[in-house]
């Protein structure tokens, strides 16, 4: 058996198909209106309000992370459920905060589902849990810099 080959890589609109179906394919974290992320969204993501990645792993986009530009935030973190466990989404994360980081940010911040998986995720990722809103919890990383 090989070894897979998983390459990470900057998000395009070629990929925002891919991350749509990841999307929508969660377990945790659905969307109640799925019709909310928009297309628009995803391609405003890539450059205009931010940067996207995408993790493939033999050709197949397994995962993906956007960072917001314009609060430091991190908008969305997704991966495929055959891929989840195998430190891919921690990779992504990674990139997406180093690269808020580099444009300058203190701070960087994300929501997650209180009791989810990503909520454990975070908080084991080093993340701090700034507060609770209703059934959100709201993290904060600061920069090693």
């Known amino acids: ?13 070629h990929d925002i198909p891919a991350m749509s179906t990841i999307r929508l394919a969660v377990c ?14 995803y391609e405003d993501y890539l450059e205009l309000l931010g940067r ?8 197949v986009i397994a995962g993906f992370c956007y960072a917001n530009k314009t609060d430091s935030s991190i908008w969305a973190l997704f991966m495929a459920q055959e891929y989840e466990g195998q430190g891919i989404a ?6 997406a905060t180093a690269w808020l980081f580099e444009q300058g940010n203190e ?22 849990r700034e507060r609770v809103e209703g059934n959100d919890a709201y993290y904060l990383l600061a920069s090693a810099g």
């Open 1 to 13: 058996m090989t070894q897979a080959q998983i390459v990470f890589r900057q998000a395009t609109s």
């Open 28 to 41: 945790e974290n659905v969307l109640s209106d799925p019709s909310r992320i928009t297309q628009k969204m």
């Open 52 to 59: 996207g990645w995408v993790a493939e792993v033999d050709g």
């Open 90 to 95: 921690k990779q992504l994360l990674n990139i």
């Open 107 to 128: 701070f960087v911040r994300l929501s997650t589902g209180m009791g989810t998986r990503a909520d454990q995720f975070y908080a084991s990722q080093g993340w701090r």
